[in-house]
């Protein structure tokens, strides 16, 4: 039996490493890349506003630009900001704090989201609205779930379906969708007919797919998957570029352009060294960064990576989270 399970050991990583190899060798590593803040946080986001949430022995608080913590790490969850204020979880509940760190709406709310043009969504008892800068609902809370506000529109749930509301609460694209993505820059993913395609601001499909995946656009350009592969494609359905790396679904991987970069995950090897998986082994994946023409700018060397904001990106190396520059 050993016998046997060596073998099928042996043929599969045989088999996965020709697969690999045909993809063409890896792509050679950026010199440019430095450290701009060195890993030492169990978990980091992106900056926004000159500040960047980070998790620190089980807390979370913020640092600036030079890494300096800058908002004391004693929150439970702590968000980007947005609009000059951030979403964090004290004692359970949420509220927001401005750049000082003190609250501007105390943590009075059961959950909340990022604030978009005066509007954050917000839940209480069990339903969702939409509280203003103050704290006031402005929409009542009467939704099963609510997101953000983008192009004048949010999307919300209602008897298990997903629609979109403007900014006085009006359903302007009914509750049609078993699943759908907000929208950005004028576009969002909706799924319909099996599979994924994107409608406008007033619910026409625009690019009709249908994707076994669609990210939300942003520059332009949204990352889609579908019979022809992963590949890049702009706001009329045109394909960009090609993406022929696995992955692209690891926690903390960005999925859309930011400064010009997207990171995306590939899969390096398959490690045979854990015995649950078995002869299937487990795959490694590793974190790079893409431009729009598909092009990798930054090698897939990262654990883990986020989007790039302010000149600077998250990543993840020796189970550490620090920052790196943009490359020039």
Known sequence: MKAVRFSLIVLFFLSFAAA????????????????????AFDWAGPFSDGRASVKIDGRWGYINASGKLVIEAAFEE???????KARVVSGGMVGFIGRSGNFVIEPTLDEAFSFSGGLAPARRNDRWGYIDT??????????????????????VRSGGRWGYIDRTGAVVIGAAYG???????????????GGWSYIDT??????????????????????????????????????????????AEGMGTSEWFSEGLMAVDRVMEVDFTNEETGPEGEAVTRTGYVDKTGAVVIDFVFEDAGPFAEGLAPVKTGGKWGYIAKPR
Not at 78 to 84: G, I, L, N, Y
Not at 134 to 155: E, K, L, Q
């Open 78 to 84: 702590a968000d980007p900001f947005r609009e000059k």
């Open 20 to 39: 690999f190899a045909a993809a063409g060798p890896l792509d050679p590593p950026t010199k440019n890349v430095k450290f701009a803040i060195e890993p």
């Open 179 to 193: 699943m759908a993505r907000p929208f950005s820059e004028g576009l969002a993913a909706v799924m319909s007919g």
């Open 134 to 155: 103050t704290g006031t609902f402005g929409i009542a809370p009467g939704f099963d779930w609510a997101t953000s506000f983008d192009s004048g529109r949010a999307m």
């Open 202 to 247: 007033e619910g026409h499909t625009v690019i009709p797919g249908p994707f076994e995946t669609a990210g939300k656009f942003s520059e332009g350009l949204a990352h889609v998957t579908d019979a022809a592969g992963r590949r890049i494609i702009d706001q009329t359905g045109k394909t960009v570029a090609g993406l022929p790396f696995e992955g």
